[in-house]
Every structure is written in C-alpha cells, then in structure tokens.
C-alpha cells in the first residue's frame, strides 16, 4: 500500500503516520508537509530513517510540486490533513484557510484524478455542522444534518467537503470524508484548550478560559481517530461520509479543573476572559454509522486518555518548551494580551 499523508508533521498527521507504520507495516507512507508554525520536523524523528518513509517539504498549494510528487511516488491512497486548524486564528485572519484548506484540497484532487489514484480522503470536522444548543441534549450531529458552519476556519472545511463531494458525483474520484470531533493526545500544539492548558499549568501560567466555559466539547484520543482513518481508507465506501466521535461531551471549565487536579495546580490559576466571537456553543457526533459499517468503537477512556496526554507533556518538555518560548510568545500577546478579564 503506497500512501501519501499531507500535513504529517503536525498533531493528527503524525499520529496517523505512527498508528499506519505499526498497523500496516507493509505500507510505504509519503508526507508532504509546508511546515508551517504548526508543524514540526522533530515529530516525524522516529520514522524519518524508515526506508519506507519519505517526507518532503512543500505546499499543497504548489500544484507543480504536487503534481511532480504524484509522477514519482504514484500513491494508491492519499489522506489530506494538511490544514490551518485553528479557530482563533482564523478569526484574527481569513484568508489563509481558504487558500490552503479550499485551493490546496482542489490541487490534490487534481491531482489525484490525473494521476489515477484509488482514494482521496479528506480529514474534515464536526465542526461543519455548526453548533448544537446546550439544553437538548438528545440532539447529535450525523451525516445528515446540514452543513451550517460559524467561523472562517470551519466554512473553509465545509467548502472543502464540498468540493470533494463535487468531484465525486462530476468526476467519478473515488473519495472519502470523515467528520471528527475534538482531538487531544501527544503532539498537540498549544494553542489548543488541553495543551495550552497543560503547557500554562505546569508554567504557572493563568488558565484562560473563554466566557463561563460552558461550551461543550466532543473529545477523542487522537488514536482512536487514527484507527477510524485507517478503516475508511481501506474498508470504507466510495462517495461516503463518516462521523467520528466518542460520546464523550466535557464543558470547557471542568477539563480545565481536571488538568488543574492532575497536576496538582490551584484552581485559582483559572481565569474567565472574554469569548470567541460567534464562538460554538455545543459539538456532539452519532458515531453509528462508522460502527455499523466498520465497527468501529473509541478504544480510550476519556480520563485514561486525559492522564496519558499529561505524562507525554510531562515526559516532553523539551517538545512543547521550544514551541512556547519561540513566535508563539507574539501570538499569546496578541490573542490574550488585550483579552477583557470577565
Ligand atoms: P495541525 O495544525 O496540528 O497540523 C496541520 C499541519 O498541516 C501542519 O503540520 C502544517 O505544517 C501543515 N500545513 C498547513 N498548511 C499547509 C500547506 N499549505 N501545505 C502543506 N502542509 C500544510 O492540525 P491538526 O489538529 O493535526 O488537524 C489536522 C486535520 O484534522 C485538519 O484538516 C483539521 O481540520 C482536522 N481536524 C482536526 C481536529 C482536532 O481536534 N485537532 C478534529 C477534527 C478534524
Ligand atoms: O471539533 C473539531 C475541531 O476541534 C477541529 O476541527 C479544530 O481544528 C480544532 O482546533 C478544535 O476546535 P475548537 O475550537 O473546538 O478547539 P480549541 O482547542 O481551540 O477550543 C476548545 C474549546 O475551548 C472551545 O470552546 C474554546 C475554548 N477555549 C480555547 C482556548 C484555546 C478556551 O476557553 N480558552 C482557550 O484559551
């Protein structure tokens, strides 16, 4: 099996590349990532000797340099998370997510049509769906429910499904999408709630938490999203669509009070600063079709998974330390400096 992962060096990518070289020995995997703030080279350490594991610098936007990877590797299966993923920041600035999450899917689509390839698979998010409200809890989003996305970042992925739908019906391109909700696990980049959190606690750091922090959330240990990945490529239909989650729905302010007793860290490090415009009040994924169809079922325990993700961050500094202490210091200024204290 030759595949080609885009956005490799960053959180899901990588996990996706360590879950697929121990599940699927045999596969050859090809990453192209641009290494953006959000990747890092360091993460790909233990694979980047493997014979059968290639990476390559470069934009998905770069339709020459796509298109020349393609001729030379002919992968059989590519899986596309490269991706401005962070809502924040798309806020603060448009325009990058529709050039890489909308132009650059179109390039490898493409791609993937002239060079023949047997799938195209798009790692998109729950998060197309819009929000649900907080007081119906019997309300879950499946495949059915209609795309009605809030913010920048997830109209740009909602307008990628799109597109990938499109080529489906107009081209015949054998694709695949999967809607995952909230992912955390090893490798995260801090400026997501659990490691901003983590890396925050264990600097002795406020803990910002938006509004109230009653927002819910839909968390999954990244593997167990890598392991549904892993089964749609190879088992999951052409043309289908598969939403990923776990039944596990936590408000932002009782992950943030858990980290703080894991830790051993003072609740009072918890500060209330003003919301995220437009800002989601609830994520909640159906999970039945993908197993139904694939039998698939979320293997870690949310507070198994959460303990573990603390010991990696703890066993890790060095990882998070360099990121931290880097550009990221501009970007904390910028996005909490002048944030309103509730
Ligand atoms: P991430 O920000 O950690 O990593 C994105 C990676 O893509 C980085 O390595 C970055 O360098 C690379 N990249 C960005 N622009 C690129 C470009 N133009 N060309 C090539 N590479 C580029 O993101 P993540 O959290 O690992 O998310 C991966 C994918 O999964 C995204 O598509 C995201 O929408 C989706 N997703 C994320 C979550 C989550 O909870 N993190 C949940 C569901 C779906
Ligand atoms: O649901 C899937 C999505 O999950 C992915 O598609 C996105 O790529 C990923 O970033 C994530 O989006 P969220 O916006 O849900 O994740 P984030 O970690 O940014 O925030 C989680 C919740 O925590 C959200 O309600 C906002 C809140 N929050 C976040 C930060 C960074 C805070 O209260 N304080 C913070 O400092």
Not at 60 to 69: K, M
Not at 148 to 158: T, W
Not at 252 to 273: A, F, M, T, W
């Amino acid at each position: 099996m030759r595949i080609l992962v885009t956005g490799g060096a960053g959180f899901i990518g990588s996990n996706f590349i360590f879950y697929m070289r121990k599940a699927h020995p045999d596969c050859r995997i090809v990453c192209i990532d641009k290494l953006t703030y959000a990747g890092d080279l360091s993460t790909l350490a233990p694979v980047m000797e493997d014979p059968d594991f290639r990476f390559v610098r470069a934009d998905i936007c770069d339709r020459a340099a796509v298109y020349s990877l393609f001729e030379e590797e002919e992968p059989e299966i590519v899986v596309n998370f490269a991706a401005e993923s962070h809502v924040d920041r798309s806020i603060e600035d448009p325009e990058i997510f529709l050039r890489t999450n909308i132009l650059g899917t179109q390039v490898l689509l493409d791609a993937c049509r002239k060079f023949g390839t047997e799938r195209f698979h798009q790692v998109s998010t729950d998060e197309v769906y819009g929000d649900l409200p907080l007081d119906r809890p019997e309300l879950f989003f499946t495949e059915e429910t209609p795309l009605s996305p809030s913010s920048p970042y997830s109209s740009s992925k909602a307008s990628a499904d799109l597109l990938v739908q499109a080529y489906y019906r107009t081209y015949g391109l054998p694709v695949s999408i999967s809607r995952c909700s909230n992912n955390y696990g090893p490798y995260q980049f801090p400026e997501k709630l659990i490691p901003l959190m983590i890396a925050n606690a264990l600097s002795g750091k406020s803990l910002p938490v938006y509004g109230q922090g009653l927002n819910v959330r839909d968390w999954l240990y990244v593997e167990d999203h890598c392991r549904a990945i892993g089964l749609i490529v190879t088992k999951g239909r052409p043309g289908e669509v598969y939403n990923v989650g776990g039944h596990n729905e936590m408000r932002n302010i009782d992950i943030v009070k858990l980290i703080c007793q894991e830790l051993g860290k003072p609740e009072s490090l918890i500060v209330h600063v003003e919301d995220r415009k437009g800002h989601d009040l609830r994520y909640a994924i159906d999970p039945a079709k993908i197993s139904r169809e694939l039998g698939w079922l979320p293997e870690t325990k949310f507070q198994d998974g959460l303990k573990k993700t603390i010991r990696w961050y703890l066993d890790n500094r060095s990882w998070w330390e360099r990121i931290v202490s880097g550009e990221y210091q501009d970007y904390y200024k910028k996005m909490y400096g002048s944030r309103i204290r509730l």
